[in-house]
Nanobody
Framework: QVQLVESGGGLVQAGGSLRLSCAAS????????MGWYRQAPGKQRDLVAG???????NYVDSVKGRFTISRDYVKNTVYLQMNSLKPEDTAVYYC????????????????WGQGTQVTVSS
C-alpha cells in the first residue's frame, strides 16, 4: 500500500508565500511523474505544475514565475514553492504521482493525496 500525504497549506495574505510538501510512503518500487493540482469551489481540478522523474518541469501559465515545483528523490517528496500569492490561487491543492509498487513493479498506477487548503486573502 502506498500513499501521498500533503502538508503546508494555510491562510496567507496576498503577496505572501507558502510551501507545500507531499511525501510518498509505503511499498514503493519507483516514482515517475509527480505533480500538483488544484480545485477551487465549483470548478474542476486542474494541473498547476508537474515534474518528471528526470526533473523536467511544466507549469500552468497563471503560475509561471511565481510557483516552483521540485522533488527530493531520496525522501520521495515533491514540493511546491508558491510566491506572490493571489486571491485567485485559493483552492484545495492535491498531490499526484505515478508509482510502481514493490508488489507490482511492472505496472504504474496513479495516486492522489488527500488535499490541503490554500486560502489567499486580499
Amino acid at each position: 500500500q502506498v500513499q501521498l500525504v500533503e502538508s503546508g497549506g494555510g491562510l496567507v495574505q496576498a503577496g505572501g508565500s507558502l510551501r507545500l510538501s507531499c511525501a510518498a510512503s509505503g511499498s514503493i518500487f519507483s516514482i515517475n511523474a509527480m505533480g500538483w493540482y488544484r480545485q477551487a469551489p465549483g470548478k474542476q481540478r486542474d494541473l498547476v505544475a508537474g515534474i518528471t522523474s528526470g526533473g523536467a518541469t511544466n507549469y500552468v501559465d497563471s503560475v509561471k514565475g511565481r510557483f516552483t515545483i521540485s522533488r527530493d528523490y531520496v525522501k520521495n517528496t515533491v514540493y511546491l514553492q508558491m510566491n506572490s500569492l493571489k486571491p485567485e490561487d485559493t483552492a484545495v491543492y492535491y498531490c499526484n504521482a505515478d508509482m510502481e509498487t514493490i508488489r507490482n513493479p511492472l505496472k504504474s498506477y496513479n495516486y492522489w493525496g488527500q488535499g490541503t487548503q490554500v486560502t489567499v486573502s486580499s
